[in-house]
């Protein structure tokens, strides 16, 4: 049961213009998102997070939406570079026995254009 | 910085073997895990430590055992190696201090089971 999921595994954006990658989720108990970036050959890098009581979180070129009704987050990157190109994780967090789990989706690859 | 390091980035053994493959991380922090990565499944949690000597099965542990006799330090033992354990295995750390989410990651350790 994928309670985490990225439904695109793959999205193909034109530098300088807007990528969005999409997560859903289906346990309302998750408390916490985060979104990790990861190239070939190396350990995931955390990227942007957002509490369950926000609904946006900016960083830079880097947004985050979150829409708890819908169970659905979003990434938004603007504007694209060809350094964006990787693969993009959502995460979900829950607390077990004083541990934060994290439950990740299948991975988006993004492919910045030049 | 916080650092993750992982033994090997790269590993080839044979069906049957015994395989360890270690992690050891630098920040003091309690919470310790290993993931497999798979192409369309995402990250997958087999094993976590939010404490020495202690271990919780994550979603995937069947075939796979941990060791943690130290704070720094996380082992993750395939007991008997089959091909279907050929993967990418990513050991992270996290900190349980209140509100603390993210998990830092190892560069990984790609494992080929012949």
């Known amino acids: 049961d994928q309670q985490v999921k990225q439904n695109s595994p793959s999205l193909s954006v034109q530098e300088g213009r807007i990528s969005i990658l999409n997560c859903d989720y289906t346990?309302?108990?998750?408390?916490?998102f985060l979104w990790y970036k990861k190239y070939p050959a190396e350990g995931p890098t955390f990227l942007i997070s957002i509490s369950s009581i926000k609904d946006k979180n900016e960083d830079g070129r880097f947004t985050v939406f979150l829409n708890k009704s819908a169970k659905h987050l979003s990434l938004h990157i603007v504007p694209s570079q060809p350094g964006d190109s990787a693969v993009y994780f959502c995460?979900?967090?829950?607390?077990?026995?004083?541990?934060?789990?994290?439950?990740f989706g299948q991975g988006t690859r993004l492919t910045i254009n030049p | 910085d916080v650092k993750v390091t992982q033994s090997s980035r790269y590993l080839v053994k044979r069906t049957g073997e015994k395989v360890f493959l270690e992690c050891v991380q630098d920040?003091?922090?309690?919470?310790m895990f290993w993931y497999r990565q798979d192409p369309g499944l995402g990250l997958r949690l087999i094993y976590f430590?939010?404490?020495?000597?202690?271990?919780e099965k994550g979603d995937i542990p069947e075939g796979y055992s941990v060791s943690r006799e130290k704070k720094e330090r996380f082992s993750l033992i395939l007991e008997s190696a089959s091909t279907n354990q050929t993967s990418m295995y990513l050991c992270?750390?996290?900190?349980?201090?209140?509100?603390?989410?993210?998990?830092?990651f190892g560069p990984g350790t790609r494992l080929t089971v012949t």
């Open positions: 430590s939010y404490d020495v000597k202690m271990k």
């Open positions: 920040m003091d922090h309690e919470n």
């Open positions: 992270a750390s996290s900190s349980k201090k209140r509100g603390f989410y993210e998990q830092y």
């Open positions: 995460a979900a967090s829950a607390l077990f026995e004083g541990a934060q789990k994290l439950v």
């Open positions: 346990n309302s108990m998750f408390d916490y």
